[in-house]
């Protein structure tokens, strides 16, 4: 750095730029005075959000544990379930998927049709039997 | 269970007193940025419209340069602050007028917009400052309107080293960080920059 080629902001030039500048500044109408200061608090008002957010955010490992935890106690369940000659209680999904199949045979209301869906049961079992 | 029971205990401490003692922190990073804020404003938003000569894009600027220091740099040491804050704010401002500039070509074929925003009418440079008797403060207010327009007229990175040295009073490692220059251009922008005033303004003698 040549010599000469600094200031010390003590030049007239300097000090009575920054006193006009200042004293602009500190002269601001009150329409820009109000829009600063809304600016202000909007700007601080993200920060408080920001950190309401942290705050919240902070609990999430509890609740990923939790949720490990039950994922842990379904899986078991269900894979106890799945164990050889474990067999699995009939549930009422059953039905519904019986009640909803449109191919299935039509529920007969006359006694008539019951015998002969029990002849025909017996009798294909009894084929099944000579066939194995 | 063991595991929410360790949790709720905090190990060895009590997790209600770190939380607590957190918060309080918290609290006062709060405060303090918000005197910050209050500090640096007014100045800030009279470096950003000299630069751009409107009221209503310096306020955008300050407006957004107070955003992102909340946003992104709020958790760093106090000491920081005030050059983070203006090297954002210089960032806007060349944003804004970068915006500007589109803006004006794409307008300047309507009738009676030539583009050219030297004459604008500057309500805050004409107000004047509030010294005793119409006399200073016609006085005062001729010599502020010099000086702007001078300061227009240097270049950004001399504009910027004069202002931040001389008007915000940024020492020069801070104006550096400001800039995002090294502290030699910083000296030697402002050297030009008052020579520059000088032989446009004189010594500006009161």
């Known amino acids: ?132 | 269970m063991d595991a929410f029971a360790t949790l709720r205990c905090g190990g060895t401490g009590s997790v209600t007193d770190t939380t607590a003692g957190r918060a309080d922190l918290a609290e006062d990073n709060a405060r303090a940025l918000e005197a910050f804020l209050a500090s640096v404003e007014r100045k800030a938003f009279r470096i950003a419209q000299i630069a751009l000569r409107d009221a209503d894009d310096a306020l955008d600027a300050v407006q957004d340069a107070m955003l992102q220091l909340v946003r992104r740099y709020a958790a760093r040491p106090q000491p920081e602050w005030k050059p983070l804050f203006y090297r954002i704010l210089e960032n806007r401002v060349r944003d804004q007028h970068r915006r500007r500039g589109v803006r004006n070509r794409i307008f300047a074929w309507l009738p009676g917009r030539d583009g050219d925003a030297d004459e604008v009418a500057d309500p805050i440079a004409e107000a004047g400052d509030p010294a005793p008797g119409p006399e200073a403060r016609l006085e005062a207010g001729e010599a502020l309107a010099a000086l702007e327009r001078a300061l227009r007229r240097l270049p950004e990175r001399q504009r910027q080293a004069f202002l931040l040295r001389n008007f915000e009073g940024l020492d020069v490692a801070g104006t550096a960080t400001a800039m995002g220059c090294s502290e030699g251009s910083v000296k030697t922008h402002y050297f030009r920059a008052v020579h520059a005033l000088r032989g446009e303004l004189g010594e500006f003698e009161t």
Not at chain 1, 20 to 26: G, M, R
Not at chain 1, 67 to 88: D, E, K, N, Q, W
């Open chain 1, 1 to 132: 750095m040549r010599s000469g080629e600094e200031s010390n902001g003590n030049s007239n030039l300097e000090r009575r730029a920054r006193e006009l500048l200042e004293a602009s500044a500190a002269g601001l109408d009150g329409r820009v005075r109000s829009r600063l200061t809304r600016a202000r608090h909007a700007a601080l008002a993200v920060q408080r959000h920001a950190r309401a957010r942290r705050a919240w955010l902070s609990w999430a490992p509890v609740g990923a544990l939790a949720a490990a935890v039950l994922g842990a106690l379904v899986y078991v369940r269900h894979g106890r379930m799945l164990l050889p000659g474990h067999t699995p209680p009939a549930s009422g999904a059953d039905d519904l998927e019986l009640l909803a199949d449109v191919d299935a045979l039509p529920l007969a209301e006359d006694a008539g049709d019951y015998d002969f869906y029990e002849w025909a049961a017996s009798a294909a079992g009894e084929t099944e039997a000579v066939g194995s």
